[in-house]
């Protein structure tokens, strides 16, 4: 089985979202940069695949130069070879066009990509994949087992799950719950030796043209203080006269 | 021609956000001077949708569709926009139409924005604002596609009533095999209990609550308030409650009214998960944790003396104004 898993560079989640060039460009000044959690949960289900089942296991990146040395911890942890298309990722359709050939090209059986990046949180790279390649397709996917052709997955679904069965190729939309927390790898020095001599091809991008455009972005309104109180009686009463919640 | 907005019917009923989703597209109607046109699947009531603004509604009625099915569904939707030669869809934020809004896309060739909190802010060029970094943003994005498609962030718009009169019309869209391969084996869900993406109000605990055996005063406030119980990620790490109640940057959004904090100290990824909560109350002993920042209300002290004492008090409160 050949396993594509699509990897985002994206800050970590304790950064201080700041905005420059007139709030229209994420500042990168300061931010350590990660694998983006939900593929990060993703590319450690695939070592399970890697090791108990031999598949080979590549990972892809759609991004600038700035992004090797997430893809490099990819390879770190245990991917046999990476790719990146050479093109910043601009919107989710654009970033799913680059992807698709990547995967069309490599014959993948299956692909995995978190359910939403953390920092644009669009949620469509996924979906938007499967469609343009006629993969299967399954979101918010916390397990997934593979016998032959035979693909089983659960979803989380709101207030449960949901069991499907269905067959290879497929992309999964990854989170939390594929793997658990205690599952993630941190990179060993052999790991990160042998990383640095494992392939990582630049590919060049096909011409896309870009169907949604971020112009300008925008902090939150600082909110109030918060109102303290000592007994429950008051509390309720605020939450009864003055919030309307109850 | 008319907005087109896709309406979810579960069990018996339309769901709230679905009745958000169409008021959303009605403000959309409005600034544009044209009428709703929704679509349900295997829905009943549809005057219902016209409380809010649907002056029409296509009904799609078919037995293979029972069950949601998000390659069947987002081939049906697709073909009732063809019909109706819709160019702006719009769509609730549930996990069903995430899972389904990317497909469509896909096959109408239409530009999708998610997380979408207000109304657009410009018809030409086609410009939204919705939220990103997990509530630490807002993007004001421009969608440049003839085919607009916008996901409406959960209790962003709110309800809005604008009664008008709905004529309901049968569609049977053209599936095929292909739409049915992912087959379902079985659903595990709970029964009668409110789950997170639905809920008005959420009872949360963190750590502060020392174990799993702890839980039963923040069910019993949960039942009392009819809220869906939630959890940090830590506790969720620990195995005291499960993954799905795990809220946070990795875990759910909550975008509920009522968002309460119990014993949990307000890690930056916690705060941004429930950031689009309206009203946040923290009740923790520590007064300088960081959720006191992001709270409205709030109650410094032990939370194994606050909560049951709440608890009493708020049945009362429930009784004297039921």
């Known amino acids: 089985m050949k396993i594509l898993v699509c990897i985002s560079h994206v800050p970590d989640t304790t950064s201080k979202i700041n905005f420059t060039e007139g709030d229209t460009k994420f500042d990168t000044n300061g931010v350590q940069f990660v694998i983006n959690p939900n593929d990060e949960f993703g590319l450690t289900r695939a070592m399970w695949f890697k090791e108990k089942q031999g598949a080979i296991v590549h990972v892809v990146n759609v991004g600038g130069p700035e992004t090797e040395p ?12 990476a790719i990146r298309v050479n093109t910043p990722a601009t919107d989710g359709f654009s970033v799913a066009k680059q992807l698709a050939v990547v995967l069309q090209e490599g014959a993948y059986d299956l692909v995995i990509a978190g359910r939403e990046s953390i920092d644009y949180n669009g949620g469509m790279v996924p979906g938007m994949l499967a469609k343009l390649t006629g993969a299967n397709f399954v979101n918010t996917c916390i397990s997934i087992e593979v016998d032959g052709e035979k693909v089983t997955v659960i979803r989380e679904i709101d207030g449960g799950k949901e069991t499907l069965s269905t067959s290879l190729p497929i992309v999964i939309g990854a989170q939390k719950g594929l ?5 993630l790898r941190i990179p060993n020095m052999r790991g990160i030796m042998q990383a640095r001599s494992k392939p990582l091809t630049v590919k060049e991008p096909i011409a896309v043209s870009p169907e ?5 972005f925008e902090k939150p309104a600082s909110k109030g203080a918060v109102k303290l109180v000592t007994n429950v009686d008051d509390l309720i009463s605020l939450l009864h006269n003055e919030a309307k919640v109850i | ?12 009923k339309f769901k709230m ?17 044209t009428t709703v046109t929704a679509v349900t699947i295997n829905g009943a009531n549809a005057e219902e ?63 999708y924005v998610s997380n979408v909190t207000q109304l657009p802010e410009s018809m030409s060029p086609f410009k939204v604002k919705h939220s990103v970094f997990t509530n630490k943003a807002f ?115 909550v975008a509920s009214n009522l968002y309460i904090a119990i014993g949990i100290s307000g890690a930056i ?54």
């Not at chain 2, 021609?1 to 018996?12: A, H, L």
């Not at chain 2, 020392?210 to 005063?217: A, D, R, V």
């Not at chain 2, 209300?297 to 194994?304: E, L, M, Q």
């Open chain 1, 70 to 81: 997430t893809l490099r911890k990819a390879l770190a942890i245990g991917a046999d070879e």
């Open chain 1, 179 to 183: 793997v658990e927390e205690s599952d």
């Open chain 1, 212 to 216: 949604t455009k971020a112009v300008l």
């Open chain 2, 1 to 12: 021609m008319s907005v087109f907005v896709y309406t979810e019917f579960e069990d018996g």
């Open chain 2, 17 to 33: 956000i679905a009745l958000e989703a169409v008021s959303y597209a009605k403000g959309i109607a409005d600034m544009i001077g």
């Open chain 2, 49 to 111: 949708l016209g409380i809010y603004g649907a002056s029409k509604v296509l009904q799609i009625n078919n037995d293979s569709l029972l069950n949601f099915n998000a390659e069947a569904y987002a081939d049906a939707i697709a073909q009732a926009v063809k019909k109706e030669s819709a160019k702006i869809i719009v769509l609730s934020g549930s996990a069903n139409c995430k899972y389904l809004s990317p497909l469509l896309a896909v096959g109408l060739e239409a530009g």
């Open chain 2, 139 to 253: 993007s004001f994005t421009e969608i440049s596609t003839d085919i607009k498609i916008i996901g409406v962030s959960k209790n962003t718009y709110g309800l809005k009533e604008n009664k008008v009169t709905t004529v309901t019309e049968n569609f049977s869209p053209n599936l095929d095999s292909h739409d049915f391969d992912m087959k379902i084996v079985s659903v595990d869900k709970a029964k009668d209990k409110v789950t997170i993406a639905d809920a008005e109000i959420v009872v949360s605990g963190g750590r502060g609550l020392k174990g799993p055996e702890n839980w039963g005063m923040i069910e019993e406030l949960a039942g009392i308030l009819g809220a869906a119980t939630a959890c940090s990620k830590p506790v969720s790490d620990l195995g005291w409650r499960p993954h799905g109640e795990h809220v946070g940057q990795t875990g759910k959004p």
């Open chain 2, 269 to 322: 990824q916690h705060l941004a998960g429930i950031n689009s909560s309206k009203v946040k109350v923290v009740i923790n002993n520590d007064p300088e944790a960081p959720f006191f920042k992001a709270a409205d209300y709030g109650i410094v002290g032990d939370a194994f003396e606050i909560v049951p004492e709440l608890n009493e008090k708020l049945k009362v409160f429930k009784e004297q104004n039921a």
